[in-house]
């Protein structure tokens, strides 16, 4: 009996080693994001939009809607292109799309020659020095010439130019708003950016702009905030 309890006892031994030395330890690393999306799936999470969110959101839209035909109709090119410049640049231009391209009789992406930026010239042919303290308009040059493609030198020096002008006027006394915009822009121009991230830094430069639109940004801020919240939902439903 007693050899029959050891070997018993013996073989109990071999499986628990056995088991012991083939079990793998679940030592995964800990995801980068933590818990954070789980809670967009807790009921307590409020990702609703209500109805008078939604009114003024509809309110605002038709405000922003009648501001094209005015604007087109009363100010000069500058003006015009500006107001477009801004809706784009807040996100909220698929809400226009059609009023855009009345505005501007073209369709977005229309081929234009890089020689309208010879304007920009002096009669040397060097870029005007007039644009060296242009903040602004070296801001928008340095954007346009970077959709430039292999072959076109005049955007190519018209990128040096603005990198170039736009690096030193950091080292004037520009205004907060002004010098953030710059900064950011060199290090991420506007069509390497994801689309929603650029909409909303630019809300914050637009918002110090002494002559921004109040409407159109109320607007496009409660653009943002509704979309966050449906994806805030479509994260919630996920992690469920």
């Given at each position: 009996m007693s050899a029959v309890v050891s070997a018993v006892s013996t073989s109990t031994h071999i499986v628990t080693a056995a088991s012991k030395s083939t079990r793998r330890t679940a030592d995964f690393q800990p995801s980068i994001w933590g818990s954070h999306f789980l809670t967009y799936g807790s009921d307590n999470m409020e990702v609703e939009v209500d109805n008078n969110m939604?009114?003024?959101?509809?309110?605002?839209?038709?405000?922003v809607r009648m501001m094209f035909p005015a604007t087109m109709e009363d100010n000069t090119l500058a003006h015009k292109l500006n107001f477009i410049n801004s809706v784009q640049r807040l996100g909220v231009a698929y809400h226009f799309e059609s009023e855009i391209d009345q505005a501007l009789q073209l369709q977005q992406g229309y081929h234009?020659?890089?020689g309208v930026f010879n304007k920009f010239k002096d009669e040397t042919g060097k870029f005007s020095a007039r644009l060296e303290n242009d903040v602004p308009a070296l801001l928008s040059l340095y954007e346009a010439a970077q959709y430039r493609v292999k072959g076109e030198e005049l955007l190519d020096e018209a990128l040096d130019f603005t990198q170039n002008h736009l690096v030193r006027s950091l080292k004037n006394q520009l205004c907060p708003s002004m010098e953030a915009q710059v900064k950011h822009s060199l290090n991420r121009p506007l069509h390497k950016g994801m689309t929603r991230l650029e909409s909303r830094y630019y809300m914050s430069f637009y918002e110090e702009d002494p002559a921004h639109n109040k409407v159109l940004l109320t607007f496009a801020k409660l653009d943002f905030?509704?979309?966050?919240?449906?994806?805030?939902?479509?994260?919630?439903?996920?992690?469920k």
């Open positions: 939604r009114q003024e959101f509809e309110m605002l839209k038709e405000d234009i020659s890089p905030n509704i979309l966050q919240k449906l994806h805030q939902k479509e994260l919630g439903t996920i992690t």
